[in-house]
C-alpha cells in the first residue's frame, strides 16, 4: 500500500503536500463559508468556485504545453510560491476588515489561472520522482494525501471561522505553502526519472489533441470524469445549502460534513493503492455507484442519515478519480503525459464553470435536495451511457456471478456452423 513512499524524493514530496493540502482544505472552507456570510446565496458560491475554475477551462491544454516544455521542479517551485501569496493577499483584506465579495471572486481567479500550470505539472513530476513501477502506486497515495488533508483541514477551518473568523485560515494556508517548496528545494536531482522538456515547436496543441482522439482507452475515462466534475462533484454548493436552509447548522456543521467525506475519500484512496491495476469496468461502477448514492442521500430525511451517507460517496467518488487519472497516467507517453493529464484536468475542474452556476441556481430555485439530486441524475444518466459504448468497444457483455457480482466479460465468439452432409 505505501511502497512508492520508500522513494525518498517521493517522501519529501508527499509530506510537504500534506501541510499545503491542510492550509488548501482550510480556505476552501472559509472562502465558501465567507462568501455565503457576505451574499447569503448559494449562486455567490457557485460563482466563486466557477471563476476558480474557468481559468483551467480556457487555458488548460496550454497549461499542459508549458508542462512539457519547462524542467518540472523548478516549475513547481514558482507555481507554489504563486499559490502561498494569494492566500496571503486574501487573508490580509480579510483580517484588515475591508474585504468585499469581489475580493474573493478575483482571488479564486487568480489562483485558478496558477493552477493551469501548477495541476499538470505536479501530476506528471509523480512518475519522474517514482518511476513507472511505481506510478500507480505513488498516484493512489497522491490521492489519499489529499484526502488525509481533508479530514484535517475543514475541522481546523470550523473552529477559526468559529473563533476568531476566516482571515487566520487564509493567513495559514499561504504561509503552509513553504513546506512543498522545502520540500522541492531538498531533492535528490540525481535520482529523478528525468523526462526530457519538448523543444517548442507548432502544433503541439493539436498533437495532443490528435493523440487523445485516437485512444479510446484515454478519451473514454476523460469524458465520464467530465460529466461527473461539471455536474456531480459541486459540494460545496450542496452541503453549504443543506447546512444553512436545510439543518439550520453553522460553520462547524459545514466543516463536519466535508470532513465525512473526506474520510469515505481516504478510504477509497488507501483500497485504490492496494490495487495493482486501473480497470475501466471499476470505472465506471464506482461512477454508477457515485451518482446513485449521491440521489439517495439528497432525499435523506434526517440529518445524522444525511451525513453518514456522505462517507461512501466520498469513498466511491475518490474511486472514480484515482482510477481515471491513474489508467490515462500509465496509459500515456512519458513525452505527451503533461499535455494528456492537463487535457483530464481541464474536463475534470473545468467543466465546473459551467456546472456550477447552473446547479447553484437550481439549489437557490428549487432547494438543496432537488439541486444535489439533479446533479446525481445527470452524472448517473453520462456514466450508464459511457459504461454501453466501451462495452460495445471492447466486446464485453454484462455477466452476473456469486462470487464476483456484476462485471463486464469478454463475449465468447458464436461457436461454428458443422455442416453434416445426408447419408
Known amino acids: 500500500m505505501f511502497s512508492s513512499l520508500k522513494i525518498r524524493n517521493y517522501r519529501l514530496f508527499a509530506t510537504g503536500q500534506v501541510v499545503s493540502n491542510t492550509g488548501t482544505w482550510m480556505q476552501r472552507i472559509a472562502q465558501d463559508w465567507l462568501v455565503l456570510s457576505l451574499t447569503g446565496s448559494a449562486s455567490a458560491v457557485g460563482i466563486t468556485i466557477a471563476l476558480q475554475f474557468l481559468p483551467m477551462l480556457m487555458f488548460g491544454l496550454y497549461g499542459g504545453v508549458l508542462a512539457d516544455r519547462l524542467p518540472k521542479r523548478p516549475l513547481l517551485i514558482g507555481t507554489q510560491g504563486a499559490m502561498g501569496l ?71 477551518a470550523g473552529v477559526l471561522i468559529t473563533a476568531v473568523g476566516s482571515g487566520w485560515a487564509f493567513l495559514l494556508n499561504g504561509l503552509s505553502f513553504a513546506a512543498p517548496i522545502a520540500g522541492l528545494l531538498l531533492m535528490r536531482t540525481h535520482e529523478l526519472h528525468r523526462t526530457e522538456p519538448q523543444p517548442r515547436a ?14 479510446p482507452d484515454l478519451i473514454w475515462p476523460i469524458v465520464l470524469v467530465g460529466f461527473i466534475g461539471t455536474f456531480a462533484f459541486n459540494f460545496p454548493i450542496w452541503l453549504s445549502a443543506f447546512t444553512s436552509d436545510v439543518f439550520h447548522g453553522d460553520a462547524g456543521t459545514y466543516g463536519l ?59 466511491f467518488g475518490l474511486t472514480v478519480n484515482v482510477t481515471a487519472n491513474s489508467s490515462v497516467q500509465m496509459a500515456t507517453d512519458p513525452e505527451m503525459r503533461g499535455r494528456v493529464m492537463a487535457l483530464f484536468m481541464m474536463v475534470f475542474t473545468g467543466g465546473t464553470p459551467v456546472g456550477a452556476p447552473v446547479v447553484g441556481w437550481v439549489t437557490d430555485t428549487y432547494g438543496a435536495r432537488i439541486g444535489m439530486a439533479s446533479g446525481g441524475a445527470v452524472a448517473l444518466l453520462a456514466a450508464l451511457a459511457i459504461g454501453v459504448v466501451l462495452s460495445r468497444v471492447g466486446n464485453l457483455r454484462l455477466s452476473v456471478d456469486r462470487r464476483h457480482g456484476l462485471a463486464l466479460v469478454p463475449r465468447q465468439p458464436a461457436p461454428a456452423r458443422v455442416l453434416v452432409p445426408a447419408a
Open 86 to 156: 494569494t492566500g496571503i493577499a486574501l487573508a490580509a483584506l480579510t483580517l484588515a476588515g475591508h474585504v468585499q465579495v469581489w475580493h474573493v471572486y478575483l482571488a479564486a481567479f487568480l489562483l485558478g489561472l496558477v493552477t493551469v500550470v501548477d495541476n499538470p505539472a505536479r501530476q506528471s513530476f509523480v512518475s519522474e520522482m517514482v518511476g513507472p513501477e511505481q506510478l500507480g502506486n505513488a498516484v493512489s497515495l497522491n490521492s489519499a494525501n489529499f484526502q488525509s488533508a481533508r479530514l484535517v483541514g475543514p475541522a481546523l
Open 257 to 315: 460534513f466535508n470532513t465525512l467525506i473526506a474520510a469515505g475519500s481516504l478510504v477509497g484512496a488507501l483500497l485504490a493503492a492496494r490495487r495493482a491495476q486501473s480497470r475501466l469496468r471499476m470505472l465506471v461502477a464506482a461512477a454508477v455507484l457515485f451518482c446513485a448514492l449521491e440521489i439517495v442521500t439528497a432525499f435523506a430525511p434526517g440529518f445524522w442519515l444525511f451525513a453518514l451517507l456522505l462517507v461512501p460517496i466520498g469513498m
Open 202 to 215: 507548432k502544433g503541439q496543441l493539436r498533437e495532443g489533441l490528435r493523440y487523445v482522439a485516437g485512444r
